[in-house]
């Protein structure tokens, strides 16, 4: 795989990742992840609005980008050094971890939305040993409680979880809920700055723009 974002191809990390801001929201605006209407989250929570981070693995190009600005953040924000193991979160989070662990060198794990009733009847599938520091991926994050079942899941098995790393931030309470945990969120975007620049692009229009910001300053509050 070549990397489109090499870091060393820049001058400043400043110019990076403005680029690798512009290419997500040009990425969301390709591949038509941004649904207006009314949707209901896992979490049971109604939304305005829908994110659908799923489709990106059906375009390879975007795949690939996202995929690598996924490790180049990873690297920025937490440091290869600092996690013993990637952790994908089940559906949607799964294919970016295991992307993330494969350039990263670092063995896979992930947990079942259930335990299994057959055979070693374990939340972790994969090699898990007790100390063992696991990093939580996942596509985005609303109100943490999917990301705050697997890092529960994984300490009841020895490991340890303090870090989750999502591509975005919602900004509906996750990084508190998170937070309350043990557990520090990194995201590469926020929603408020996605939805900002999508009206700029003219992907979005100020009803749909406001309707986005409603919904962060309702939850977030």
Sequence with gaps: MVCRFDMKDYQTQEKFWRDAEEEICQILKRTAALEFGTFKLSSGRITPYYIDLRVIPSFPQAFRKVS??????IKRDIGQENFDRVSGIPVAGMSFAVIAAFHLNKPFIYVRQSRRLRGRERRVEGVLMPGDR???ID???TTGISLGRAARAIRAEGGVVTDAFVLLDREEG????LSRAGI???SVLKITDVAKRLY???TIDEDQLEIILKQVREKES
């Excluded at 690598?68 to 953040?73: D, G, S």
């Design 68 to 73: 690598e600005i996924y490790v180049e953040a």
């Design 134 to 136: 696991v990093l939580l």
């Design 139 to 141: 596509d985005l994050v």
């Design 174 to 177: 996750g990084r508190k809920r």
């Design 184 to 186: 520090t969120l990194h």
């Design 200 to 202: 700029e692009m003219g």
